[in-house]
């Protein structure tokens, strides 16, 4: 048995989405593996660390080993609750963690990893599913790819708000049209690695160049389709485990529990890498 295969254990925990890694805390650290884990990363979309336990201060220095850290505000480490003590205005945001979504979809260039440690969890609810968007574009019919290749979405962030407020007041819709402007996204991504995933999730709002029945009536089937079990991987948490997501290759969403149930996340998040293209 080889010295990484000591220091550093994978389990496969779907076929097509999610490895566990087993391992110390002193090893990941060290950033000895750290290609080896951006290269699982990558193909297997998330990573487990069950019950490591880091603090705040381990949880960016293991992310540093992978990429470079995103300063969120103007903290390396962001909590993520619905408590409005702890979060303020973006807890009411979070809200929308409910639903399907890639993190920075507005943007040029999406973060490219986050890093997810449970501080205190809810006693119902709050368990984080994720879907494979590489493995929901391989999986699509030949014949439907040269067409969806072409196509362009406009996201928007009123569109993420509207699926858990539907009816917003004056003040909130101009409020969320003003805080973002519409971002134009190719539908299906292609890496610099020469690898294609499909860019959807609740800021997707309509297709160019098509009706916007029949735009989201297609943007409604290709998120059914990524999002089928064979895609999909759901985390139960406890507390103290470490999650790591590939932002670019994976949506997620949060199971919904209690506003007043006090669970709490800290995450750290990496700087995107490149533009969606």
Known sequence: MTVAMLKLKKTDLTPRIGTEIRSDIETLLSGKYAADLRETLEQRGVLVFR???LTEDQQTAFAKTMGKLMLQGNKEVLSISLDKSVNGALADYLIGSFYWHI????????????????????DTGGDTLFANTYAAWDDLPESEKKTLEKLRVVHTFENSQRVFKPIPTYAELKAWQEFKRPKVHPLVWTHQSGRKSLVLGTTASH?????????????????????????VYGHKWNVGD??????TGTMHRA??????SGRLMTRATLEGEERVA
């Open 242 to 247: 470490l999650l790591v997501w590939d932002n």
């Open 255 to 260: 199971e919904p529990y209690p506003i007043d």
């Open 103 to 122: 993190d920075m979809a507005m943007e040029d260039v999406p973060s490219r990893a986050c890093f997810l440690v449970a501080r205190k969890l809810s």
């Open 207 to 231: 297709v160019e160049g098509m009706s916007l029945e029949e735009g989201r009536l297609l943007l409604c089937k290709l998120q059914d389709w990524a999002t089928q079990p064979q895609f």
């Open 51 to 53: 019950g490591l336990d």
